[in-house]
């Protein structure tokens, strides 16, 4: 464990701002520019009495800084134990189409994946109709748990016609999709459609995601076309909630 390191400058009682905002704005800076923890590392602030003293008040004005704090969600509090810097939430733009290896690699993360399950299925029918398949066609259905820096993030359980990679259970399909679909079957992806949705964990997905019990998350439901409109990916993901937000881009022209 570590403990943030912070400026100690006493509240300018000149100063027009309240002394508890004056102290938020130090902790949000102190915070701000703090190295992210490891995983299952926690980085704690000083004690009530420590920051009164800091920053020359008392522990009334030091609780208030930290009450704010805690409700834009920058903190978090364990009862007997110290108050610690809540680990920075992830922004996603939904706008762009990207895989989700070059997206950890992008920001200096070590991308990992365990492959949970490989099979060759017969579709579920809105599958089947969403990659435009004939009554008989098979999919494979892969499942995996991705991994930054070795911290769990994502599941994603993921639908390929069989006609388009038949032998697509003797590749490597711990690395990126999209690498196998440009270099080994001459695949491009081109566009997508996505569904967003908020649930909670199964029991599973908790498990498989070091998350506690009814832990909320985002499932997304993603189908990729080729340039030439052919559906060729199904895809059902789900992300952390206390890790992810995510975005996109808008405009009136």
């Not at 704010?68 to 922004?91: D, P, Y």
Request: glycine share 6%; charged share 30%.
């Amino acid at each position: 464990m570590r403990i943030i390191n912070i400026n100690p400058t006493p509240v300018r009682k000149e100063d027009p701002l309240p002394y508890y905002y004056q102290i938020v704005h130090a902790l949000r800076e102190a915070i701000g520019e703090s190295v992210e923890p490891e995983v299952n590392e926690k980085i704690a602030l000083p004690s009530e009495p420590e920051l009164s003293e800091l920053f020359s008040v008392n522990r009334g004005t030091v609780r208030h800084a930290l009450q704010v704090l805690e409700r834009e969600g920058l903190i978090f509090k364990e009862k007997g134990k110290g108050t610690f810097v809540r680990r920075r939430r992830v922004e996603m733009d939904l706008s762009y189409l990207c895989s989700t290896t070059e997206d950890m690699r992008n920001r200096g993360w070590k991308p990992g994946t365990k492959v949970i399950e490989v099979s060759l299925v017969n579709p579920r029918e809105h599958i089947q109709e969403s990659l435009n398949l004939e009554e008989n066609e098979k999919v494979w259905e892969i499942y995996r748990s991705r991994t930054a820096n070795g911290e769990p993030i994502s599941l994603q359980r993921v639908f390929f016609p069989y006609r388009l990679m038949p032998d697509l259970d003797k590749k490597d399909i711990k690395g990126s999709f999209y690498d196998l679909w440009l270099n080994e079957y001459h695949i491009q992806p081109f566009d997508g459609e996505q569904t967003i949705r908020t649930r909670l964990a199964t029991a599973d997905e908790a498990k498989l995601l070091n998350l506690g019990k009814y832990s909320p998350i985002f499932e997304i439901t993603r189908i990729t076309y080729d340039a030439n409109g052919t559906p060729f990916e199904y895809l059902i993901s789900v992300w952390r909630g206390d890790r992810y937000d995510f975005c996109v881009h808008l405009s009136a022209s």
